[in-house]
């Protein structure tokens, strides 16, 4: 029997998301954060294990709305940002547009859901092609537009005043989901302050980067008319007890949190600025956890890292001849220029 004939087109020829486990001694290929929060797994212990999750999430909820001073209707919780990424796109439907390279989730949920995708070419400065978008959006009238700023992977944020542009010119049009993953290490304001003057505007949070991602919590905050409907399609019990307890007791340690986030913003000025000083290698600026920069030859450079069990990302095919690098503590960024500069030293003799 042919079980391909069964599958759905849109699935067939969907490539799965690579996240393969390298075995590596220093990883920064994935964005996650060098610190992880033990401490709040002592909170576990109060768990009941035969008991359904809160369904609402409700402590957690509650100090999301502290932090961000918005109310518990205008939030809604996923099992990382990726579920809501799905559900946005099940409740609006497509077609989905969004810049390109940006995070690969968005094109490709848009595609297992069948809707169509749209992308729009960054312009050489990485930052938004307003005069492209605005014709797309004219054109093509999408009804999701995900923007990740700063973006993924190249670190930068985008132009607020073309980001504003594309909220005003699509008011009653679509949705635009300014995807805010990397906010808690930018010097740039995040866009929760104009949540209130414009209803199609969604902000997508999560705290993958900043120490959880094995926990996978992510929300949207929002207008809550648009809460209200993405709500229909969660899943009841998206977020499980351990997920919940653990995320609510790293959000009471706000300082802690906060301190942590500074170290790795003066880790990446650190590494941005070595890496400038080497021969080779041109570093683009960023105003997030990790580093995107051009070298000579991307693949070998790539695979003489591994071998020296530093493993960052391979952006072949996304934005060719570069890598990315996550930013690690003060050692880990420390083996992964020292094991660069030896490569490069060793290509030259
Ligand atoms: C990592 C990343 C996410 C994924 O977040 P999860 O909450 O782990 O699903 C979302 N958006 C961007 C731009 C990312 O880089």
Redesign the pocket.
Known sequence: MNIQKLIRPNIRSLKAYEAKEIPCRVKLDA?ESPYGFPEGLRALKSIKTNRYPDPEAKALKRLISRDFGVKSQNILQGN???ELIYYLITTFGGPVLYPVPT?SMYGIIAQAIGEKKIGIPLNKEFDLDLKRILEAIKRQKPKVIFL?SPN?PTGNCFSSEKLLKIIESTLSLSIVVV?E?YQPFSSRKGFLPLLKDYKNLVIMR?L??IGL?GL?V?FLIADKEIIHEVNKVRLPFNVNSLSQTVATELLKKRKTMQSYINVIISEREKLFNELEKIDGINPYPSEANFILFKVKNADKLYKGLLKKSVLVRNMRGVVNGCLRVTVGTNEENRIFLRALKEIITDEKT
């Open positions: 964005n990382g940002s990726d995070f990740s993924n995807d993953a999560t993958s980067k991602a996978r992510g």
